[in-house]
């Protein structure tokens, strides 16, 4: 984790403190695992500041349960009967979003991820939530079931002080482009490599 | 996530379940944020499995508050007073050692990582846990408070099913040889770059 020393400070206008606390737009990529696990590794961070938090899970399956599913939403519960951390909600496309009224198709995944953009573009209009997670959102841009332009041009343009983290392989140069910080996750070692397959509590 | 095929099966005499529930040594390294956050999410995987969590925390001091520790600490409470989940404990150098009657010295740091240490082969040899985060781990070893070949020959050995994530900079060779699972983390681009500094709720 870099502290200290910025190497440069930009002629931008803005006091330490305000750029300090710019909104962030950050992109987990790479081949490797981990980009999906920091994303809520930061989340945690974020319910630990009071800070709603909003998870938009695309691709996956509703039957894939991820560990931290449980875990974000347990803290959630646990802001609602103590006030402790911040409100934590979870939306899945694989079962259909929770907010509409069709079931979800497993079918239309270009339809099913649209709509869960269009959502997010709702939710920053209305600065619903201090800190996004869009997991797997690489793919629906990649695969043009989103355009990336209206990404970019939305995401760049969100108002407040709402921090968002895009996961996935592959990641689009103009999401790239526009993200402050980009990580990419790279393999050295892999147990796969020697035969071995996933198993529960270590990958999901 | 990669899932289903493997490259090869190994003649390793194991069956498919004994090879896929087997222990896992993980190591999170590279220049760039998420090492630590990615072993915190896995810690909620865990957790959700009802393992038994444990982190030690070296190098950082007491004074930095994480949010992964807060949010890890209030799911090791959720369990106790619902049975949900798992147990957690979190262990830090920088304040002295919990279990530890001396105060942290602040002064002999090779003194409390090799005292750090210690604790964790004794919890590993009585399988205390069974999913453990050597956070910032590769330091003392980097710096020669902990040797090495004991960590690399304790943790092959270590007995039973108990899964370890190390994390930071500059692994040791011999650490990432004995590891299962390497992932290192490259920056791309990084906020620090056009000058902004750290923020709370996003660096910790």
Redesign the interface.
Known sequence: ???GQ?????A?GLT?RQ????P?LA????E???K???????A??????G?PVAVYQFVKSAKWK???E???T??GR?HEQTG??GPVVWHKMGSGWSWSRRQGTETDHAADAAEGWAQIKRDLAAEAHR?YVLDEFTYPLKWGWVDVDEVVSTLSARPGNQ?VVVTGRDAHPKL?EA??????????????????????????
Chains 1, 2 share one sequence.
């Open positions: 984790m870099p502290q910025v190497p440069l400070v930009p931008d330490t750029r300090r606390n710019r962030l992109v987990h990529t790479g490797m695992k981990g999906s696990t920091a994303a809520f590794g930061m945690m961070r974020a319910w630990n500041q800070w991820v560990g931290e449980n875990a974000l347990a803290l646990l402790e951390g800190f921090h790239i993200a402050d910080l980009v990580v990419e996750m790279t393999k050295v070692k892999h147990p796969m490599d020697a035969g071995q397959k996933g198993q529960r509590g270590i990958e999901w």
